[in-house]
């Protein structure tokens, strides 16, 4: 061991917070439960390749998302509902490939844990083994609490997801608010306290009101992660493709778009088209002579 590198002590401590702390391991589930016992919130982001996800890596965000809005967000289909394992593993694959540092979460897809915990379990190896992902993460509560109990005994960190659960898109109706009137509220609060006790190390929040997700996350021991959940949620998740204004059309309430993306893009698009055009490129320093 040289003067520089850490002792394998300090590989194993919680650094002493998410952003700026150790950064030559991975971010775990312990620095995600320090987090929250210090009260220190914390962004995820979706990714889908190795090139974005690098850019992530490197703005010090501590925990990517594979989701399966890729379906709608990268691969062109209308809902997640089509997204197969295959894709899940190959687009993982990249997204390890591509970081040093965040923890990177993989969604199990539709169809792919809901037959029963064995499933769950199976397909959970395939995202770590093949993809190399250090969590995954699926949807329901208190109907998903037996998968999430024997991945987390298998040694699966299982991130869970309630709310709005997008997978089921056509029993919903569309993408409706969760939680509104004081039975949905209860329900999405033994959710909540289902997936804790079943093992998960963290829940995301989607689409409910900021008062109940701010009630879940007092009461709750492991870290809410909100997505159209309010300002008093553990940690915050957007997708990457809302947040740098690269979705086409609208974009849900709840979104903040931090850049302009398509324009950038389309603008670099069209002045190559236009050079290309009108001859000025290649110019002589774009050639072999
Ligand atoms: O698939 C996804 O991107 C998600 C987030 C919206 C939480 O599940």
């Known amino acids: 061991m040289n003067a520089s590198s850490p002792s394998p002590a300090q590989n194993q401590a919680s650094p002493a917070t998410l952003y700026g702390g150790v950064t030559n391991r991975r971010v775990t589930v312990r620095d995600l439960a320090a987090a929250k016992q210090r009260g220190e919130k914390w962004s995820m982001l979706t ?3 190795a090139l974005t996800a690098g850019v992530f890596d490197e703005a010090g965000i501590p925990v990517l998302l594979v989701g399966d809005s890729a379906g709608n967000c990268h691969l062109g289909y209308e809902t997640t509902v089509p997204v197969t394992m295959d894709q899940m593993v190959m687009l993982s694959a990249a997204v390890v490939r591509g970081t040093k540092r965040a923890m990177v979460v993989a969604d199990l897809p539709f169809g792919s844990y809901q037959e029963s915990p064995a499933q769950a379990m199976h397909n959970a190896a395939r995202l770590m083994k093949e993809a190399g992902v250090g969590a995954v ?32 898109v056509y029993a919903l109706g569309g ?10 509220a209860h329900q999405l609060l033994r959710d909540a306290k289902a997936v804790q006790q079943a093992g998960a ?54 979104v903040k778009q931090y850049a302009n993306l398509r324009a950038v893009l389309g603008d670099a698009a069209r002045a190559y088209a236009e050079d290309v055009r009108a001859g000025t490129f290649p110019a002589a320093e774009h050639s072999f002579h």
Do not use: N
Not at 175 to 184: N, S
Not at 224 to 237: L, S, Y
């Open 201 to 254: 190390f963290s829940v995301v929040l989607e689409a409910v009101p900021a008062e109940l997700a701010k009630q879940v996350t007092e009461q709750l021991a492991i870290p809410t992660v909100g997505i159209g959940g309010g300002p008093d949620t553990d940690a915050q998740v957007l997708v990457w493709t809302d947040m740098a204004g690269m979705t086409a059309g609208r974009v849900p309430k709840f």
């Open 47 to 49: 990714a889908y390749d």
């Open 175 to 184: 993408y409706p608010v969760q939680g509104r009137g004081d039975e949905a």
């Open 137 to 168: 993460k699926l949807e329901g509560g208190e109907r998903s609490a037996r998968s999430i109990e024997l991945l987390t005994e298998a040694g699966v960190p299982v991130m869970a997801h309630i709310g709005l659960t997008p997978q089921s």
